[in-house]
């Protein structure tokens, strides 16, 4: 009961700007539904988030940035039903909050979004997509060297799959925001995913990597597969390239085989985390295990980082009991709960049980570049999924 009283008090409520006492200078203005956008209710959460974490400083630009990113479609007033069923989030909302945690360092807000056209649509949403990296390109001063050279690969005329570009918006303390972009290896058909990585390794000099993450991350065939290629667009002695496998009805020696592919992974911790967020027995049998493999400048052999993410909310009845495996994570790894219950507050529009999905992901990152926890928490722009009415933990 403390944590939610704690969650109910650490926010002061969100201004309403249908209100007649509204002022346009007061602080995180907000429109209330159903005049509401889906542009402006977003922005309106990043504002509370970034509040709520201590990046005010940062609002400006953020706000700015995710605005772009959305694209024209999100204009559009919030419905009963989106214009376009986005797979960023449960409720397909096209845009899916984080706060990343790293020992001795301030929390980072991380945003993934789905940029959508005036009419949404696979062609359409890639269209709006590359028009906004164009515009991005010159205001940010993006280096898209290592996405030219893949791009041909993941961005076909005719995109299958669930998306075929998404962007990763990532605002930390006194640095500009960065920019990551996530491309889907199922673009060609889900046939086509391992080859296409490959070649993408390939082409960014990663080619030799490519064995120690099959020999790691694909051993059960047809189980585990390639499901997220991901590229920073910044300086390339800085930039990380990810890939990203997701791993079906495993069980917690499936990812701790898939993490010896790194250096410096600590077996016990991955293990102690899995129970933790499973609140019980393996397999993980509902949405699967993801893991991801970090290659910095000089990896050509073998990657430096794994992350692990679980779905924390396929096994579990409501947010409260997501809420309270997320903070068993955290003192396991030794991080203060504080960031992550105001971050949980800045965005709560309801009581934690009545509901499940609001808290979607937790991750375990470890080697480098940051070893950390991020918390994954959604928009919920255009629902809320009802609790379930027993936990599949057991």
Not at 70 to 98: M, N
Not at 261 to 289: E, I, K, M
Request: glycine share 6%.
């Amino acid at each position: 009961m403390w944590l939610v009283e704690r969650i109910q008090v650490a926010i002061p409520p969100r201004q309403d700007c249908n209100r007649p006492d509204y002022r346009p200078d007061q602080e995180c203005p907000i429109l209330s539904a159903p005049a509401v956008s889906l542009h402006d209710f977003a922005i309106g959460q990043l504002h509370d988030l970034l509040r709520a974490v201590g990046l005010a400083n940062a609002a400006e630009s953020a706000t700015k940035l995710l605005g772009e990113a959305l694209g024209p479609g999100s204009r559009l007033p919030l419905s009963a039903v989106p214009h376009w069923t986005s797979y960023v989030a449960d409720d397909h909302s096209p845009v899916e909050f984080s706060v990343a945690l790293a020992q001795n360092e301030r929390p980072v807000v991380r945003m993934i979004v789905e940029s959508l056209a005036e009419q949404p649509g696979p062609r359409a949403n890639l269209a709006a997509a590359l028009g906004v990296l164009d515009r991005l390109a010159q205001q940010h001063r993006l280096n898209l060297s290592q996405f030219d050279r893949v791009r041909d690969l993941f961005l076909p005329e005719d995109p299958q799959g669930v998306f075929a570009f998404w962007y990763s918006l990532i605002v930390g303390q006194d640095a500009p925001p960065a920019i990551k972009v996530y491309l889907n290896p199922d673009v060609r058909g889900r046939e086509s995913a391992t080859s296409l990585v490959t070649e993408g390794l390939s082409r960014l000099g990663l080619g030799a990597a490519f064995p120690a993450v099959a020999e790691h991350a694909l051993r059960r065939d047809g189980q585990d597969r390639f499901s997220f290629f991901a590229l920073d667009l910044m300086d390339e002695d800085h930039a990380r390239v990810k890939t990203y496998v997701s791993h079906d009805d495993a069980v917690t020696a499936d990812v701790v085989a898939a993490a010896a592919a790194v250096p410096d992974v600590d077996p016990a911790l991955l293990a102690d985390v899995c129970a933790l967020a499973r609140g019980g027995t393996d397999p993980f049998s509902q949405r699967p295990l993801m893991s991801s493999y970090t290659f910095l400048a000089g990896d050509t052999e073998r990657p430096s980082g794994y992350s692990l993410y679980i779905p924390v909310r396929d096994y579990v009845q409501d947010d409260l009991e997501a809420c309270e495996r997320v903070l068993a994570i955290m003192a396991r790894c030794g991080f203060d709960t504080a960031p992550f219950v105001m971050a949980l507050a800045s965005l709560v529009q309801r009581p934690l049980g009545d509901g499940v999905g609001l808290i979607a992901h937790v991750s375990l990152r470890l080697g480098r570049p940051k070893p950390g926890v991020s918390v994954y928490l959604s928009s919920e722009a255009y629902d809320v999924t009802p609790p379930r009415a027993k936990a599949l933990s057991v």
